[in-house]
């Protein structure tokens, strides 16, 4: 069975400094995996995804994940926020079927 | 723009009267999910269909009960809604369900129990 762990439940930042979440998982198979941001009320986006090739994956409103297979993690780096980043967002897997495997989040907040 | 719609956006229901969920797609995808997200949590997938065959995951509730009648629409039906249910329910579509392929979200619903 595949799970997700995102240790970090809430992370405070300043604006316009570097944010790393992270994210580690664990499947005896390979994997698909997503970053999804969700702001308050709202359903999930997709942020960016690593299929195969090159490790490191660019996505959206310039974050970026670096996916490293001996340590499992792929963590989601933004070298500068800025306050309309602040909002939740989850790492999910997928090993090739229809089920996706969320972990439970992480919680951006953003200070001026 | 192709969209994902959930309707409504906030359902107010009381304890054990049936509620029924909707969700609309544009996009023409061929799979469509149904999460439940309670606070602070990760998105549980309850069920999804591929095109009409319907998928129930092992530990969704049997009060939990879905409809798709045609490609666009999605139904999400709770027969007797306990206080354990109010959460956050999402709509998802997919173009495929290999994995690889993206999942568009709906805004959501957001259900609260009386």
């Known amino acids: 069975a595949q799970s997700v762990t995102q240790l970090d439940s809430q992370v405070p930042v300043f604006e316009e400094a570097p944010v790393e979440l992270r994210c580690n998982y664990s499947?005896?198979?390979?994997?698909?995996l997503f970053w999804y941001v969700q702001y308050p009320n709202q359903g999930l986006q997709l942020l960016l995804k690593?299929?195969?090739?090159?490790?490191l994956v660019k996505g959206i409103n310039g974050f970026e994940a670096e996916f490293n297979k001996s340590q499992t993690s792929f963590h989601l780096r933004k070298p500068s926020v800025h306050i309309s980043d602040t909002a939740e967002y989850f790492c999910?897997?997928?090993?090739?079927?229809?089920?996706?495997?969320f972990g439970t989040g992480t919680r951006l907040k953003v200070l001026a | 723009d192709a969209m994902v719609i959930q309707n409504p956006r906030y359902q107010v229901t009381q304890f054990g009267k049936p509620v029924t969920l909707s969700c609309s797609q544009t996009l023409n995808h061929n799979v469509m999910y149904w999460y439940q997200q309670k606070s602070s949590q990760a998105p549980k997938l309850l069920f999804h269909?591929?095109?009409?065959?319907?998928?129930n995951e092992a530990d969704t509730p049997d009060n939990f009960q879905s409809r798709r009648p045609n490609t666009s629409f999605c139904f999400l039906d709770i027969r007797s809604p306990g206080l354990g249910d109010a959460a956050m329910y999402l709509c998802?579509?997919?173009?495929?369900?290999?994995?690889?392929?993206?999942?568009?979200f709906g805004p959501g619903t957001r259900l609260t129990v009386l």
């Open positions: 999910a897997v997928n090993t090739g079927t229809y089920k996706y495997i």
């Open positions: 499947s005896s198979v390979s994997v698909y």
């Open positions: 269909y591929y095109d009409k065959d319907f998928n």
């Open positions: 690593y299929l195969s090739g090159s490790t």
């Open positions: 998802a579509t997919s173009n495929g369900g290999g994995g690889y392929n993206e999942q568009f």
